[in-house]
């Protein structure tokens, strides 16, 4: 295991005890050959055997200068209406129809027992980002339906498992619509209701506003630290302020007009467990915030590899921070299996917390023992697949193929063994090399490489069942598109949640 240590220089971190990893295309076996041939030139043989190579490999089409095919409307469409908006136009209907019976009086039990409808939105919405649940039913999942149910069921249990936020957000507006129409009734009611339950519910109602709006994709993605404090935080405020809405509630009596201090009342009404439900979903991955030591290779000003105790399982994902609360941001992880000595975090320099980390790389930081699943981690209901990703997208990507001998990488990048560094070079020259790795230097190429036919060329060879894509949102479309378009399976990282 090459040991981990601050490099200074970016010219230094290369291979220097490890042999270097040629670069290969998919389907070319004459340049595999002389790659491998190449694998002696740290003794000094073969060396013009593998410029051979380089040259065959440069010669290869390196980009697509056509234009892009226009794709059909069906297929535009089957793009666009994702399961997530499924699942979040299916709630918002559903809710939608319940309310307008509810306006109109026709249905009389919601107008009674609003609560139940606001909170039991809210806490669904919360179940389904809570990592424990999310655990749980990839676990389920990849127990019962592995590899051998037919292959729509396994596609439609990973569609239906990475699109979960469909649920969150639909639930989380269609609570908020909700509660707009409590407080709308209190405010007819305002005769037979107290001043204090009034502000509690507009003071709900502000705060469960301002955390659904911090959270609307454009914010989320372009501006990372404002979601986290407002969704958060002000989350929190709304927590806070829901039970003080329920208790409040519950605890005036509209027909006296007077206080009933009866605790035993409150806990019996639903609102209550409801809130309490709410609150441990909330609370649970907190009690799993743990400062670790970690050790940090900067191979390149571009990355950072992190490294931290102990193995993981694939196709999980990792948050980290500086501080306890604050700022946490999620990588992908990358290690050989659960009984390793260490995981490490591919952390592409592009904001000011990657860039500090390679700046003033830390000895300690604040993470969640309990990692989340990605998409990569129902990989194992699969016989076969296809990685791809780009970059430092490796990193949600790398693991998925070290402990799964049926999954093939192709890995689009620049100079990838002098950015990435030894430590993540040798885990794909120890594991991976030479028979299930495409790995595409596009500097060493003089471009980018038409990646669906490097896509279909290793779909077809490697008779794979799925395609996992992890690149920037311009790509991952793309890629998308293209195999939608040649009817391949594939999955692609998630931009509207």
């Given at each position: 295991m090459p040991r981990i240590e601050l490099v200074e220089d970016p010219e230094k971190g290369t291979l220097d005890t490890l042999t270097p990893l040629p670069v290969l295309p998919v389907s070319s076996k004459a340049v595999i050959q002389d790659a491998a041939d190449g694998l002696a030139v740290q003794s000094g043989v073969n060396e013009k055997r593998v410029e051979l190579a380089l040259a065959k490999a440069k010669r290869d089409p390196s980009s697509s200068n056509k234009p892009r095919r226009k794709l059909s409307r069906w297929i535009r469409?089957?793009?666009?209406?994702?399961?997530?908006?499924?699942?979040?136009?299916?709630?918002?209907?559903?809710?939608?129809?319940?309310?307008?019976?509810?306006?109109?009086?026709?249905?009389?039990?919601?107008?009674?027992?609003?609560?139940?409808?606001?909170?039991g939105n809210l806490i669904f919405a919360i179940l389904m980002r809570n990592e424990v649940f999310g655990r749980l039913l990839y676990w389920f999942v990849i127990t019962c339906f592995a590899k051998w149910p037919p292959l729509w069921f396994r596609l439609t249990c990973t569609d239906i498992l990475q699109n979960l936020g469909g649920i969150h957000s639909g639930c989380a507006a269609s609570?908020?619509?909700?509660?707009?129409?409590?407080?709308?009734?209190?405010?007819?009611?305002?005769?037979?209701?107290?001043?204090?339950?009034?502000?509690a519910g507009v003071v709900t109602n502000i705060a469960v506003s301002i955390s659904i709006a911090s959270a609307f994709p454009w914010v989320r993605n372009t501006h990372h630290n404002i979601f986290e404090r407002h969704h958060r935080f002000i989350g929190w405020v709304g927590l806070l302020s829901t039970w003080i809405f329920v208790v409040l509630g519950d605890s005036y009596d509209l027909n006296t007009h007077s206080w009933n201090p009866d605790g035993i009342h409150v806990i019996?009404?639903?609102?209550?467990?409801?809130?309490?439900?709410?609150?441990?979903?909330?609370?649970?991955?907190?009690?799993?915030?743990?400062?670790?030591?970690v050790d940090i290779e900067v191979p390149s000003p571009k990355v950072a590899i992190l490294r931290f105790e102990r193995g993981m399982q694939?196709?999980?994902?990792?948050?980290?921070?500086?501080?306890?609360?604050?700022?946490?941001?999620?990588?992908?992880?990358?290690?050989?299996?659960?009984?390793?000595?260490?995981?490490?975090?591919?952390?592409?320099?592009?904001?000011?917390?990657?860039?500090?980390l390679v700046n003033e790389p830390p000895t300690h930081l604040w993470t969640r023992q309990l990692k989340f699943a990605g998409v990569s981690h129902s990989s194992t209901v699969y016989k076969r697949g296809i990685r791809v990703c780009t970059g430092t997208g490796l990193g949600a990507s790398l693991s998925t193929c070290l402990q799964n001998p049926d999954w093939y990488l192709i890995w689009i990048g620049?100079?990838?063994?002098?950015?990435?560094?030894?430590?993540?070079?040798?885990?794909?020259?120890?594991?991976?090399?030479?028979d299930r790795v495409c790995l595409w230097d596009s500097k060493a190429r003089g471009g980018r490489p038409d990646v669906m036919k490097l896509i279909k060329d290793a779909y077809h060879s490697w008779n794979a069942e799925v395609v996992l894509i992890t690149s920037n949102w311009q790509g991952d479309r793309e890629l998308i598109e293209g195999c939608k378009e040649a009817g391949i399976?594939?999955?692609?990282?998630?931009?509207?949640?």
């Open positions: 469409m089957q793009l666009w209406y994702t399961t997530y908006r499924k699942f979040f136009s299916f709630i918002i209907a559903l809710n939608g129809v319940g309310l307008l019976l509810a306006i109109l009086d026709v249905w009389k039990y919601p107008r009674q027992y609003t609560g139940a409808f606001i909170l609570g908020f619509a909700w509660l707009i129409f409590r407080v709308t009734l209190i405010f007819i009611d305002h005769k037979d209701n107290h001043d204090a339950v009034l502000i019996r009404q639903q609102d209550f467990w409801y809130v309490f439900g709410m609150t441990i979903l909330i609370l649970i991955p907190w009690f799993t915030v743990r400062e670790v030591q694939q196709g999980l994902l990792s948050r980290i921070s500086r501080s306890s609360i604050m700022e946490y941001h999620a990588f992908g992880i990358v290690s050989e299996g659960p009984h390793a000595k260490y995981h490490y975090l591919i952390c592409g320099v592009q904001g000011d917390f990657t860039r500090s620049s100079e990838q063994e002098k950015t990435f560094g030894p430590t993540i070079s040798g885990l794909i020259y120890r594991h991976l090399w030479p399976p594939a999955f692609g990282t998630l931009w509207d949640f």
